[in-house]
């Protein structure tokens, strides 16, 4: 009876989560904050933002985490003064390109702050065991990329999201994510994880030539190229043959295009090089 009572008594309410999407092509994102709003009667609402960004950081090395706080602030105002409800709308006035908000879900709460808090733990902020499991691919593989240039004391000396429209045409929206330049080379590094495919191989392939012609127009001097991607034993056994053979096809298809492919296992030597040269 008390359990029955229980749920009839809570709240008839739909979520809304924010993503933050840095590049709508590759459709990365992570989640960052949640809309709870009561259905009928009062229709309270309850809004919260992550106060933890480095999932954030992680996909984008570059994100602005100050606007995407200042726009918590900037929603929360312009909500409390929603008299017409119209919810989406002025989400949608207020978010950036790179802000996305997900369809409307059901959602039973015993009250407004117990459920945004609940939704928080679900989809925002996992127990840090969770979010270890749950970073997976390109991010996984970039978060070890960085983790092993800071414990070499260089990640702030790095160039980071460095286009490759400085240096092949306008428009292209590829951008590599480290880099730095010692004497008459620069070295770049991209983190690219074969675990969805080998798409993300392709497109650095297919950069790689105009990249390398651009990198000495514009500023006279070498290009060394090179894809961190995850070892093979994460991704494929002999018992997985069609994943073995498109992970090998990934590698050979960077190879043949002259980018130099080392996996997560090789950071901690590559970091060192980059100590060394930086002269740290």
């Not at 207020?94 to 945004?116: D, F, H, M």
Request: aromatic fraction near 6%; hydrophobic fraction near 40%; charged fraction near 30%.
């Amino acid at each position: 009876m008390t359990d029955i009572a229980s749920k009839h008594s809570r709240r008839t309410c739909a979520f809304q989560l924010l993503r933050y999407v840095p590049d709508a092509v590759r459709n990365e994102y992570v989640h960052i904050g949640v809309v709870l709003r009561e259905q009928g009667g009062a229709g309270g609402l309850e809004l919260r933002f992550t106060r933890d960004w480095r999932r954030v950081r992680c996909l984008d090395p570059d994100a602005d985490t100050a606007l995407l706080e200042s726009m918590e602030a900037e929603l929360r105002q312009r909500l409390a003064a929603d008299a017409d409800g119209k919810l989406r709308r002025i989400l949608e006035e207020s978010l950036s390109l790179n802000v996305q908000i997900t369809e409307p879900k059901a959602y039973l709460a015993e009250s407004l702050q117990a459920g945004v808090e609940e939704l928080m733990r679900l989809y925002i902020d996992p127990p840090a065991r969770e979010r270890a499991q749950r970073l997976s691919g390109r991010a996984a593989i970039h978060q070890q990329m960085r983790a092993g240039f800071e414990r070499a004391g260089v990640w702030d000396l790095l160039r980071k999201r460095i286009p490759a429209s400085d240096y092949t045409r306008p428009g292209d929206p590829l951008r590599i994510d480290a880099g730095y330049r010692p004497n008459g080379i620069i070295r770049m590094f991209h983190a690219v994880s074969l675990e969805p495919g080998v798409e993300m191989a392709k497109v650095l392939a297919f950069s790689a030539a105009s990249l390398r012609a651009g990198v000495e127009r514009v500023e006279k001097a070498k290009l060394e190229l090179t894809a961190i991607i995850e070892p093979v034993a994460k991704l494929a056994t002999e018992d997985e043959p069609d994943r073995l053979a498109l992970y090998r096809f990934g590698v050979e298809t960077m190879e043949e295009h002259q980018i130099r492919v080392l996996t997560t296992a090789d950071m901690e030597r590559v970091a060192e090089t980059a100590r060394r040269e930086l002269k740290v």
